[in-house]
């Protein structure tokens, strides 16, 4: 029998952070994964050959050294000029694969920034000398609560089942959210989807997750049309209820959801046939 040979290759530095910031144009920060592949890194693995190996501390300095040079706010951009200029310093590496994680901060006052620590805006890409291939955008980690307007009853019943049915019921929705362009020239700011994805959540009466993230997909496609796929992964994190009150204006008490919770996924994709 043959000894089993490498299929696919690929190696790169992870977790590497940089904060870009003058007083012009404020912080633009992100944390940024960088893997190279390609034929000639095989030798590096069948015969401990490192002649050909860059190295993932270059790997790293050569990220600070772009988002030095790079003046925008995008981290697609910034991605897409990390990618091309490694590709032409490093003419032996094929291919790049690239993501970004926004590190926000936000403008407390004058000079003064604060971090956030909410949602953030992803960006991924895959990169050879033929330029911007398969590349994806997103926001994680949404923490969204919608106090009213969302149902969930009807649902399948028997011996295993305890939950009743709740015509009304506050939502804690924790949310990642992906969507994919036609072309990487013609792109949606992840500030409009998000935006838009709140105005659906605020004004859409839902009877489960899985109809609510359908609605917001829809909604997306139809509002963007640069937009050509759409992807959530939800978690149901609903408040447990502890007290309450009556009168003219019904007040509840809420305490944090225990383990387990719910998850739901779903994919759109646009209809592109002629």
Known sequence: MSEPGPVDV?????????????????????????????????????????????ATDTMKNFI????????????EEFLALLGRTFLTAYP???????????LPFARERGVVYGPRH???????????RGGVGDHRSGLESLRLIKLTGSAFAGFMRDVYTTLPDMGDRPLLVHLNVYWRHGTFEDRVAAAEVRAALVEVL???????IQHLVHEIGQHLLARFPAIVEVTFDAENHLWDAGRSSDGDLPTT??????PPYGVVSLTLRRDQSP
């Open 202 to 208: 605020d004004s859409f009466v839902s009877q489960s």
């Open 92 to 102: 032996h590496i094929e291919h790049v694969h690239l993501r970004a994680r926004e």
């Open 253 to 258: 008490i809420y305490t944090d959801p225990r």
């Open 64 to 75: 600070h050294a772009m988002a030095l040079e790079y003046s925008g706010a995008s981290l």
């Open 10 to 54: 690929r190696y790169g530095k992870a977790a590497v952070t940089f904060y870009r910031a003058d007083v012009r144009r404020g912080i633009f920060a992100a944390e940024v994964r960088l893997e190279a592949t390609g034929g000639n890194l095989l030798p590096a693995y069948t015969r401990g050959d490192n002649s050909m190996v860059v």
């Open 118 to 128: 909410d949602d953030y805006a992803v960006a991924e890409l895959g990169m050879d």
